[in-house]
């Protein structure tokens, strides 16, 4: 069995053969995406493999970032602002701010501009009844406009289109005459549902994962083919559920945030092992912090998520919160001159400063640098150097008045908050004590960062599972001890094979207790 997980930073590929676990670290590349993918595989030796299972932060990464393709939304003539308004809920600190804009509303970062946004003149009524037809002349010329706005995908959504599909059948026919073959997504297929923004919210997210996923999907496979690979293609979806890759596609926003649900699965699984049926899992990857509640052992399934505050996805999913904090967070400087980390994110590409990869803005990773929490010469098995003058320069860069140690102080301290306000926030909204629970940090920066969380958020304590700690933490700990050797297991690092003895105990954790 060999399975990826594709994450905004690195891509970190498994296999495991004949009780031998393999691993390897490649860097994500936004230009191909399958291209590390494969160059992991190739490594681990593909061929021969049963299945290969993908999950992925990819598409969770690029709608926290906004990197996304253009896309054109068609709704009911009036309805063009819905996915603006969203349901107009305020997360609880900012009920009596005046200022608070939701994070995808057209004064910040939408996901589709409005100018993006269409209206359609037709109205069907609760029963499913027609009260206007669909006026197509003037679907054409709207559409006309979104052909000379060169939108790569389209999303519909018409009001009670979820009682009676045909106003959305006849315009995804008429996208294809104007626009031609590209992707497009209708609610009434996607998310056939009451409450027009839940639908409208999921149909676009599921175009956007089309136009990310679907050639991503055919050049892997065919990548896979080329390698040896005979068996299963399987995507995880946002319940953990393996799918095969043909199918995923079909509604490819299930896997929106399959790499997180994969995680908390894993850390259900883990816990079982370890006797801790109680936790709060974080995965800190280089883009995003995913965190989610176990509780006796089991995830909680929710039959919605939300991307982001009031950014709705109707599917069946672990209960899952994101947040803008990794590794690869960008440090910046606020309007009021206070530091900032994230959500912003240096990615693969150029990457943190330290990288030596183009970067020129300092991000938490190149604080972890300055700190000394990372090894400049044992970063990624030795396999890169790191710039710690690069990552000097970075912060020397930010327009502040505070000192080069003040910046790196504070970085590190925002990061920390950052992450720690979003393990409370999951667990104060799934109603569960911190103190009952355990804290599972992994992800490439979880188990470097997570520990400093128990200052502020009063976990039990931190468990580091030695298998996703070893593959994605770039500092080489020793983290796995054999119950019948005290030789430690020697770090997974890129490109490195290593044996792991089928009598290691699995009930061994490197654990920080709060004090």
């Known amino acids: 069995m060999i399975a990826v997980d594709v994450g905004g930073t690195f891509t970190d590929v498994v296999a495991w053969r004949d009780g031998e676990i393999l691993t390897t670290k490649v860097s994500t590349d936004y230009t191909e995406v399958a ?107 709207e559409l006309e406009v979104l052909r000379r706005c060169d939108v790569t995908g389209v999303a519909i959504c018409l009001i009670n289109a979820y009682v009676n599909p045909v106003h959305e059948i006849r315009l995804r026919e008429l996208v294809t005459e104007v626009l031609g073959d590209v992707p497009c997504s209708i609610s009434s297929e996607v998310s056939p549902l009451a409450k027009e923004y839940a639908r409208a919210s999921t149909t676009v997210i599921d175009t956007l994962m089309k136009i990310i996923y679907t050639k991503y999907s055919a050049s892997l496979g065919e990548g896979l083919t080329e390698l040896g690979f005979t068996g299963q293609l399987n995507f995880a979806d946002c319940a953990a559920t393996l799918v ?44 995003s912090c995913d965190i989610s509640v176990v509780t006796g052992g089991a995830p909680f399934v929710n039959t919605s998520f939300e991307l982001e505050h009031d950014l709705v996805v109707n599917a069946l999913a672990n209960d899952i919160s994101s947040i803008g904090a990794g590794g690869g967070s960008i ?65 020397e860069g930010l327009d502040t008045d505070f000192s080069l140690a003040q910046r790196v102080r504070y970085a590190y301290e925002m990061a920390v908050n950052n992450m720690a306000e979003g393990v409370f926030n999951v667990a104060i909204k799934n109603g569960v004590d911190p103190r009952d629970y355990s804290l599972v940090a992994f992800g490439a920066a979880g188990p470097m960062l997570l520990p400093a969380v128990l200052d502020t958020v009063h976990c039990k304590q931190v468990i580091v599972p030695p298998n996703p700690v070893c593959s994605r933490l770039s500092v080489c700990w020793p983290l796995t001890r054999c119950s019948r050797s005290t030789e430690a297991l020697t770090c997974c690092c890129r490109r490195t094979r290593h044996r792991r003895s089928t009598q290691c105990s699995p009930r061994w954790k490197l654990s920080f207790a709060n004090r």
């Open 35 to 141: 291209g590390p993918v494969l160059e992991g595989a190739q490594l681990l030796g593909v061929e021969g493999s049963d299945v290969f299972n993908h999950a992925s932060t990819h598409g969770l990464n690029a709608v926290i970032t906004r990197k996304l393709p253009k896309i054109g939304f068609l709704t009911t003539e009036g309805h063009r602002d819905i996915l603006d308004m969203g349901r107009v809920w305020r997360p609880t600190e900012a009920i009596l701010d005046p200022h608070w804009r939701r994070s995808f509303g057209d004064a910040s970062r939408p996901i589709v501009d409005r100018y993006l946004r269409r209206g359609i003149r037709e109205r069907l009524t609760s029963d499913g009844s027609v009260l206007f037809e669909l006026d197509e002349e003037q679907a054409r010329a």
């Open 244 to 287: 095969p890759a043909s199918r995923a596609m079909d509604l490819p926003f299930r896997i929106v945030f399959s790499g997180p649900a994969a995680g908390t699965v894993a850390c259900a699984h883990f816990g079982d092992l370890i006797g801790e049926t109680d936790l709060l899992c974080a995965d800190v990857g280089g883009t």
């Open 331 to 395: 440090v910046a400087i606020g309007q009021s001159g206070e530091i900032l980390v994230g959500p912003d994110s240096a990615r693969a590409q150029p990457g943190p400063a330290c990288y030596g990869r183009g970067g020129t803005v300092p991000t938490t990773t190149d604080t972890c640098l300055m700190i000394g929490i990372i090894d400049p010469e044992g970063f990624a098995g030795g396999e890169l150097d790191l710039d710690s003058a690069a990552s000097e320069r970075a912060f």
